[in-house]
């Protein structure tokens, strides 16, 4: 994905609630401590659950994600694929 292309269209109010939640435009990261026990590269489904339960562990964690927060999974595969009741 070329970073000039939006992450996600249309830009309609549901997507842009989404990008909201898992691309906020004001997001600042917070101040980096100098070491970690884990760098994690990519924010979905397997960098989530290796970044929570390593924090959960006591582990100092940094997670990086380049584009939306939850990956294929929660963003356009198994979740939004599911049809609404
Ligand atoms: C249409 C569809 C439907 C699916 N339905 C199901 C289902 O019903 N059940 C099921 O179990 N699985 C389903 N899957 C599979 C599931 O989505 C994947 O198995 C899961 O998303 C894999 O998680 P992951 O964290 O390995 O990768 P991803 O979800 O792909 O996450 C990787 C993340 O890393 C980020 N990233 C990549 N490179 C970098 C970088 N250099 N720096 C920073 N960040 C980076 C990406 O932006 C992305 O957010 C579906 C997939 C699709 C496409």
Same mark, same amino acid.
């Given at each position: 994905?070329?970073?000039?292309?939006?992450?996600?269209?249309?830009?309609? #109010?549901?997507?842009?609630?989404?990008? #909201?939640?898992?691309?906020?435009? #004001?997001?600042?990261?917070?101040?980096?401590?100098?070491?970690?026990?884990?760098?994690?590269? *990519?924010?979905?489904?397997? *960098? +989530?659950?290796?970044?929570? *339960?390593?924090?959960?562990?006591?582990?100092?964690?940094? +997670?990086?994600?380049?584009?939306?927060?939850?990956?294929?999974?929660?963003?356009? *595969?198994?979740?939004?694929?599911?049809?609404?009741?």
């Amino acid at each position: 994905m070329s970073v000039a292309e939006p992450l996600v269209q249309p830009l309609d #109010d549901a997507n842009q609630r989404l990008l #909201d939640a898992v691309h906020p435009e #004001d997001w600042r990261n917070p101040d980096l401590p100098d070491v970690y026990h884990l760098v994690v590269a *990519g924010g979905g489904t397997a *960098g +989530l659950v290796s970044a929570v *339960g390593s924090a959960g562990l006591g582990a100092r964690v940094a +997670l990086v994600e380049r584009a939306l927060l939850g990956g294929d999974c929660l963003n356009v *595969g198994c979740v939004r694929l599911r049809p609404r009741r």
